[in-house]
């Protein structure tokens, strides 16, 4: 799916319709269309269903699914991506419906993704390490063996096939589930040897002060990351450019700590991804102290708080000290020139935030003062840590902002 030499193939997005906040329903299109162009895709259209619930055969209503069929055929899409995920049931009657007995030259075979196979798809092409890349398949494994029945096109690609096999029957697809079980035995084996190495370096690490990133994903959290670390950690304006967790030793003034930054959340996240990035989100669970960082240029950054703070919670962190650290303020002045940027504060207050602070990961704007504040939080996790330092006669030299 994620061929970076091919022109990107045209793809057509669908969502159910928020009536009370239509402008949110387009927000959560514009997403869907940053992760497909993200997996390599580009838009070719929107269709939108307003109804309070699923259709439970097709998602989408009878008429929904013909105007999508006609949207299909007249952009010549291959791909449809729903916007939220589907029944095994649902997608087998909507890939009989896109893709006809009769065979038509002009409009290839469609392949239908959900939400959560598109992000697994992401993050297969993106994840770098051994144990990241275990935590995908597996994941993407778990997801995909319920809907085996013309779900071909995923496993060929990831198989290195060339092409569909559309004539498979019910004896080839109990063959690939087979497959599939022992592949997913062979996974959970894999990352337990993993998992067990990841805790005996975090052991070796556990008398450190630990901070991790969080936050949204695309939010800048890896640019901060280098702006704090002097690292070159990958950086880019695309949907998941971290998915492996990365750790740094930092040092301000004479206080080193750790530092990690980790993949970056968003709503919907597939729950079999979250259960399989479990250990790669202890680094989070095990951090001393958060840096939530927020795009405050975006005009939904409000939501995405939400959604980070319904994961932390979801994976046990939710009650961690936290900076919220408000990023792409140099963004945000140029779209609200009228507002003050200190009127801001009272809102992230009332979200239960006490320590807030605006940065320019671009610009550099109060990157000095975040050190200074990281600092002075470090130092108290490090005193309660080590008690006995001061009466020893340890000293902090004071970090100066410069």
Known sequence: MNNSTALPRPAVLVALGNTRQPELTEEHLDELAFL????????????????????PRT??????VEELKRLVHFTKATEVIFDDDLSPSQLRNLERELNPKEKDEEQPQVRIYDRSLLILDIFLHRAKTAQARTQVELARYQYLLPRLTRMWTHLERQRGGTGTRGGAGEKEIETDRRNIRHQITVLKERLKKIEQQRLTQRKARSEAVRVALVGYTNAGKSTLMNLLSGSQVLAENKLFATVDSTVRKVKLGNMPFLLSDT????RKLPHHLIESFKSTLDEVREADILLHVVDVSHPYHHNQIEVVNHT????????????????KMDAFRQQHPELHPEDMLGFYRQQGFETIIMVSATTGENIMELKRLLFEEVKKVFLTIYPNYLKDGYVFAPFEVS
């Open 36 to 55: 497909a162009e993200t997996a390599g895709l580009r838009e070719a259209g929107r269709i939108v269903q307003n109804i309070s619930k699923p259709d």
């Open 59 to 64: 998602f989408i209503g009878k008429g929904k």
């Open 263 to 266: 993949v970056g959340f968003i």
């Open 312 to 327: 932390l919670q979801e994976i046990g962190a939710g009650n961690k000290t936290t900076i919220l650290v408000l990023n």
